[in-house]
């Protein structure tokens, strides 16, 4: 049974959205969690752990291929999950909804598709972002190794905004496609990206967004933004780890070879030649993560009870209240200033090592990141060599914030 999204949504009300997330009520340190590092991964609801242990309990069989009741039961909820990905981020159709295991993968298989259907000669360019994380970079240094593609990349001033006018003049003949983050994970920024779309179709070069960090926070509708391929992962997004998608338009897909082969991505096998199945399934070899695309379902599901306008506001709320407060910190400096940011904060104090820092407010039960978030790059773009980040969720609370901030400010006295 497929389930469509409800019209009537839950009152948005911190304190009962908390008592969805079991691990929120635990000690660390013999102090309550204090959970602010939502950008590396966000805590599940029960109802997705329950999405998991009831398929493993009650429904676990092998999809697609089984003609009997419990292959059937599962094959369906597996496809139905895709059905609830394709309408959560507006695809055309559920062929272009790729289950890969998160957005490291889904920017690998394109990188690796794209380049087997020689997508790119010898010489070409891949403009990306000076604030890309390692995801969006390594990939395509791989695919380099054997094309030979530059990668261009785009400056970023020192609020941690894209410079477009930058990027609009680098785009030449050579430019076979653009890939950039949505959301920065260690600077917040919000990119412009539907102008970026806009710009790099005005001379014919598609887009992929590395949407890790946009799909938590805001709404993201694939048409509308025009985007030729959008990768995400669903652990970022309340789900369970080892799934994501990668979303492409079927024109692009149709034209691009298997990223793996084996086993379920087939429709005849001989020892002379294979043809391959339709899309997506002719990216998805071998047995897939079952539980987690069915988890990944059931936390769609879970935001889709929400208005994510009415969530996406009361995390700003969070992000304006603690950059106030982080701000008031005598030698705290946050590094990523854009206008448009969301809900993360990297900030670095004068003399202290973020390390110190993650280190000692975790004896708080403070959970926070510290180092270079996989992004060296805009690391080296600010001469650091890591930073503290501290990224929150719609179930954070100005309280938690208040927690960061005495923690910073006990640490701040321990080296003065
Ligand atoms: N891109 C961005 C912007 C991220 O923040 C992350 C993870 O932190 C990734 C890509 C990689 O995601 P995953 O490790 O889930 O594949």
């Given at each position: 049974m497929i389930n469509t999204i409800s019209e009537i949504k839950r009152k948005f009300d911190v304190n009962e959205v908390r008592k969805?997330?079991?691990?929120?009520t635990r000690m660390v340190n013999d102090k309550p969690l204090v959970y602010l590092d939502n950008a590396a991964t966000s805590q599940k609801p029960q109802v997705v752990i329950n999405a998991l242990t009831n398929y493993y309990t009650y429904d676990n069989a092998n999809i697609?291929?089984?003609?009997y009741f419990l292959s059937e039961l599962a094959t369906e909820q597996y496809e139905d999950a895709r059905l609830k990905v394709k309408e959560f981020i507006n695809a055309l159709s559920t062929s272009e909804v790729i289950f890969v295991k998160g957005t490291t993968e889904g920017i690998n298989l394109l990188a690796s598709s794209l380049c087997r259907a020689k997508f790119f000669n010898e010489g070409d360019e891949v403009i990306v972002s000076n604030m890309e994380h390692h995801a969006n970079i390594v990939p395509w240094q791989l695919m380099g190794d054997r094309k030979k593609i530059k990668l261009s990349v785009i400056p970023i001033n020192d609020d941690g905004e894209l410079d477009l006018d930058a990027f609009e003049k680098m785009?030449?003949?050579?430019?076979?496609l653009v890939s950039v983050v949505h959301?920065?994970?260690?600077?917040?920024t919000i990119n412009p990206v539907k102008k970026i779309i806009d710009i790099a179709h005005s001379k014919n070069v598609p887009v992929l967004l590395d949407g890790a960090q946009a799909v938590p926070h805001c709404k993201v509708d694939v048409q509308d933004l025009d985007a030729d391929f959008y990768a995400f992962s669903g652990h970022k997004v309340f789900g369970p780890t080892g799934i994501g998608v990668l979303y492409g338009k079927a024109e692009y897909l149709e034209m691009m070879p298997p990223y793996q082969g084996g086993?379920?991505?087939?429709r005849t096998v001989t020892f002379e030649k294979t043809t391959f199945d339709d899309i997506p399934r002719k990216f998805e070899a071998g047995t897939p993560n079952i539980a987690g695309g069915i988890g990944l379902g059931a936390a769609i599901d879970y935001l889709n009870q929400f208005d994510r306008k009415e969530l996406a506001e009361y995390e700003n709320m969070l992000l304006d209240y603690a950059t106030k407060k982080l701000s008031e910190i005598e030698g705290l400096r946050i590094i990523g200033k854009a206008k448009e940011k969301a809900s993360v904060i990297s900030f670095v104090i004068e003399g202290i090592h973020p390390y110190d820092i993650g280190t000692l407010i975790d004896t708080d039960g403070i959970a926070i990141r510290t180092g270079h978030h996989c992004t060296q790059p805009i690391m080296q773009r600010y001469n650091l060599p890591a930073t503290s980040r501290a990224s929150f969720a719609f179930y954070n609370t100005f309280e938690e914030i208040d927690k960061l901030v005495a923690g910073v400010l006990k640490v701040k006295k321990m080296f003065s």
């Open positions: 969805d997330f079991p691990i929120l697609h291929r089984g003609l785009i030449n003949p050579k430019t076979k959301i920065s994970n260690s600077l917040g086993g379920d991505m087939i």
